[in-house]
């Protein structure tokens, strides 16, 4: 099975501002985000990016996106290079982030269409997939609601709608659960594991344990921007008690 996601040792550099210099009591007027990093990702599996904050994570699923270029290695997206053919790795893709923020005026219903538009898909496809979409999510009873009058858990549900208009074949989530109640959460890891099921390739980035119990069938553990650990979840479970107990063990001989 051909993976559909080859990262090939990235390395990502920012420059710090004098502010986060104070912030990360250092004098280093750069940080190294990602150091030399790599993985695959494939076809029916969903990979799990286990870390704590600022460990990489996000930086990796940026770089995956194309909403960053690495500064060293490249990025395999379904056949195209992150850096010498962004565009086609949009149109395979589906990422959601914090950082997606949706117009406050517009409602649910008029941003799902923009977004299908940008997407190319002609109106009757569209109406298809939010009329599927919007009932699996419970965003038909306020398709009409302004975005700025919906609870936080109903918006995060039309971000992620939003962020796979297209059926997208590979879905990158960054925190996916993160800040939903309970129920919301659920509601969201069940549609992965149906994704997955279709075949998707999914990423997720995470800090919760079990999160990656639950739905990963291949973990990658980073840290300080080194992915330390990369293997099958049935591995893990065969030698280690748990996700939780392989990390510390892990964390401790890197951070000693």
Same mark, same amino acid.
């Given at each position: ?8 040792? *990235? @390395? ?16 280093? @007027?750069?940080? +190294? ?18 870390? $704590? ?16 270029? $690495? #500064? ?26 914090? #950082? ?7 409602? $649910? ?51 992620? !709608?939003?962020?796979?208009?297209? #059926? ?7 925190? $996916? ?26 990423? !997720? ?6 999160? +990656? ?8 553990? *980073? ?13 893990? @479970?065969?030698?280690?008690?748990? !996700? ?9 001989? @890197?951070?000693?």
């Amino acid at each position: 099975m051909n993976a559909k996601i080859i990262v090939d040792g *990235i @390395k990502k550099t920012f420059k710090l501002s004098k502010k986060q210099m104070k912030i990360n009591k250092t004098d280093n @007027k750069k940080k +190294v985000a990602v150091k030399g990093l790599s993985f695959q990702a494939y076809p029916g599996e969903i990979y799990g990016l286990l870390g $704590p904050n600022g460990a990489g994570k996000t930086t990796t699923l940026r770089c995956i996106s194309t909403l960053i270029k $690495p #500064d060293e290695g490249d990025i395999q997206v379904n056949g195209y290079s992150v850096k010498e053919d962004p565009n086609n790795v949009r149109k395979n893709i589906g990422f959601l982030t914090s #950082d997606l923020k949706l117009e406050e005026f517009f409602t $649910p219903n008029y941003m799902f269409d923009f977004f299908a538009k940008l997407h190319g898909l002609s109106k009757e496809e569209s109406e298809v997939r939010k009329l599927d979409m919007f009932e699996k999510f419970g965003i038909d009873k306020f398709s009409e609601v302004k975005i700025s009058d919906l609870s936080t858990g109903m918006r995060q549900k039309v971000q992620l !709608v939003i962020s796979i208009v297209h #059926d997208p074949e590979i879905i990158i989530f960054d925190e $996916p659960t993160n800040g939903l109640d309970i129920i919301t959460a659920k509601i969201v890891t069940d549609f992965l594991i149906e994704l997955k099921e279709k075949g998707k390739t999914i990423i !997720v980035s995470t800090h919760i344990f079990s999160l +990656v119990e639950k739905i990963c069938d291949r973990v990658g553990i *980073i840290i300080d921007g080194e992915l330390i650990y990369d293997d099958l979840m049935i591995s893990v @479970k065969d030698a280690h008690d748990s !996700v939780e107990a392989l990390f510390f063990d892990l964390a401790g001989e @890197k951070l000693s």
